[in-house]
C-alpha cells in the first residue's frame, strides 16, 4: 500500500486544504471474493472550490461529514450534507459533490462482500444520505487508521466497513419508536395471532383503513403486515415444536395456519427444512435416538 504523493492531489483536485491521505489499498484475492474491502481512503479538508464530477467508476464511496457542508448531485436530486452526515454513492453512476464551505470529511471507496445489495436496499427504501449519524465517526477514525497504517488487517477492514452498514441498515427508516398505527397493529397480531385474521380486522385495530395501514406497515418495517404475523406465527411454531409435544397438525392449527401442508410449505421456505426434522436436527434426536 502507499500514499498518493500531494503533488498529485493538487493537480487533480481543486482547493484541497488539507489532505491526509491518498491511502490506497490492493485488496488479497480472498478479500476480494469473501470480504468488504476499501480501495482508495483519505481525510479532507476543502474550500468551496474544491467539487468532483464522476461517472463509470467500479466502487462504491462512502463519505463522513466532520465539518462544513456539501452539495451531491445524485440520480436525478440534488441534497446539502452537514455535520455527521453520511453519504453513500455508487461510482458507475454519474453524480457531482462540491464543498460549499470550508468542509472537513473523510472518504473511501469499498467493494465486495455483499456492498451492492446493502446499497440497493438503502436506495430503494430511505435513500443515500443518513442525517445526524453521531455516533458513527469512530468507524470513519479505525478505517481512516488501518489504511494509515501501510500494511492494513483486511478482517479488521471489512468487520468496519460491514458494522457502518449493518449500522445504517438498522437505522434506516425507524425512528426511535414505531408510530402509534404500527405498535397498535404489532400488538394485535402479537396477541391474536392464534385467530384466523383478515386485513380488515387487524386494520380496524390499528384504527385506519387496510390500504393505509399497507403502506405504513410497509415503509416502517420493509414487511407487509401478513408478512409480519406470518413471522410471529412461525416464531411460536418453533417454540412449541422444542418446548412441547404437540404434533406438527396441533401446532399448525394452533397457529392458525391454514392447514398443516401450508404451515410445513412456510416452514420450509423459513428454515429450508420440515418442521419434523427441525424438530430432531435442534434437538438432537435421530432414528437412532439422542
Given at each position: 500500500?502507499?500514499?498518493?504523493?500531494?503533488?498529485?492531489?493538487?493537480?487533480?483536485?481543486?482547493?484541497?486544504?488539507?489532505?491526509?491521505?491518498?491511502?490506497?489499498?490492493?485488496?488479497?484475492?480472498?478479500?476480494?471474493?469473501?470480504?468488504?474491502?476499501?480501495?482508495?481512503?483519505a481525510?479532507?479538508?476543502c474550500?468551496?472550490?474544491?467539487e468532483?464530477?464522476?461517472?463509470?467508476?467500479?466502487?462504491?464511496?462512502l463519505f463522513?461529514?466532520?465539518?462544513?457542508?456539501?452539495?451531491?448531485?445524485?440520480?436525478g436530486?440534488?441534497?446539502?450534507?452537514?455535520?455527521?452526515?453520511?453519504?453513500?454513492?455508487?461510482?458507475?453512476?454519474?453524480?457531482?459533490?462540491?464543498?460549499?464551505?470550508?468542509?472537513?470529511?473523510?472518504?473511501?471507496?469499498?467493494?465486495?462482500?455483499?456492498?451492492?445489495?446493502?446499497?440497493?436496499?438503502?436506495?430503494?427504501?430511505?435513500?443515500?444520505?443518513?442525517?445526524?449519524?453521531?455516533?458513527?465517526?469512530?468507524?470513519?477514525?479505525?478505517?481512516?487508521?488501518?489504511?494509515?497504517?501501510?500494511c492494513?488487517?483486511?478482517?479488521?477492514?471489512?468487520?468496519?466497513?460491514?458494522?457502518?452498514?449493518?449500522?445504517?441498515?438498522?437505522?434506516v427508516?425507524?425512528?426511535?419508536?414505531?408510530?402509534?398505527?404500527?405498535?397498535?397493529?404489532r400488538?394485535?397480531?402479537?396477541?391474536?395471532?392464534?385467530?384466523?385474521?383478515?386485513?380488515?380486522?387487524?386494520?380496524?385495530?390499528?384504527?385506519?383503513?387496510?390500504?393505509?395501514?399497507?403502506?405504513?406497515?410497509?415503509?416502517?418495517?420493509?414487511?407487509?403486515?401478513?408478512?409480519?404475523?406470518?413471522?410471529?406465527?412461525?416464531?411460536?411454531?418453533?417454540?412449541?415444536?422444542?418446548?412441547?409435544s404437540?404434533?406438527?397438525?396441533?401446532?399448525?392449527?394452533?397457529?392458525?395456519?391454514?392447514?398443516?401442508?401450508?404451515?410445513?410449505?412456510?416452514?420450509r421456505?423459513?428454515?429450508?427444512?420440515?418442521?419434523?426434522?427441525?424438530?430432531?436436527?435442534?434437538?438432537?434426536?435421530?432414528?437412532?435416538?439422542?
Amino acid at each position: 500500500m502507499r500514499q498518493i504523493p500531494e503533488e498529485y492531489i493538487v493537480k487533480l483536485e481543486r482547493d484541497i486544504l488539507e489532505a491526509e491521505g491518498i491511502f490506497v489499498h490492493t485488496p488479497s484475492v480472498f478479500a476480494k471474493d469473501n470480504l468488504f474491502y476499501v480501495r482508495l481512503e483519505a481525510l479532507y479538508t476543502c474550500g468551496p472550490q474544491y467539487e468532483v464530477r464522476r461517472a463509470g467508476l467500479d466502487s462504491f464511496l462512502l463519505f463522513f461529514i466532520r465539518e462544513g457542508e456539501m452539495l451531491f448531485e445524485y440520480g436525478g436530486r440534488s441534497f446539502v450534507a452537514r455535520k455527521k452526515d453520511i453519504v453513500l454513492l455508487d461510482c458507475m453512476q454519474p453524480h457531482r459533490y462540491k464543498a460549499l464551505t470550508r468542509t472537513e470529511f473523510y472518504w473511501f471507496h469499498f467493494d465486495g462482500s455483499a456492498s451492492r445489495a446493502y446499497f440497493d436496499h438503502f436506495r430503494e427504501n430511505k435513500g443515500l444520505h443518513f442525517r445526524e449519524q453521531r455516533n458513527m465517526e469512530e468507524n470513519f477514525v479505525l478505517i481512516h487508521d488501518l489504511m494509515r497504517s501501510g500494511c492494513p488487517d483486511e478482517g479488521a477492514m471489512s468487520v468496519h466497513v460491514h458494522r457502518i452498514l449493518a449500522l445504517l441498515f438498522s437505522s434506516v427508516g425507524k425512528s426511535s419508536a414505531p408510530s402509534d398505527i404500527i405498535a397498535r397493529a404489532r400488538v394485535y397480531m402479537d396477541e391474536h395471532y392464534m385467530e384466523k385474521l383478515s386485513a380488515e380486522q387487524i386494520a380496524e385495530a390499528s384504527r385506519v383503513s387496510p390500504s393505509h395501514l399497507f403502506r405504513v406497515f410497509r415503509s416502517e418495517t420493509g414487511l407487509t403486515p401478513y408478512g409480519y404475523l406470518t413471522n410471529v406465527r412461525m416464531e411460536h411454531a418453533m417454540k412449541m415444536l422444542l418446548n412441547t409435544s404437540y404434533s406438527v397438525e396441533e401446532i399448525a392449527d394452533l397457529c392458525a395456519f391454514c392447514s398443516s401442508a401450508n404451515f410445513i410449505r412456510a416452514f420450509r421456505q423459513s428454515t429450508g427444512v420440515t418442521p419434523r426434522r427441525f424438530r430432531k436436527l435442534i434437538s438432537g434426536i435421530t432414528s437412532a435416538g439422542p
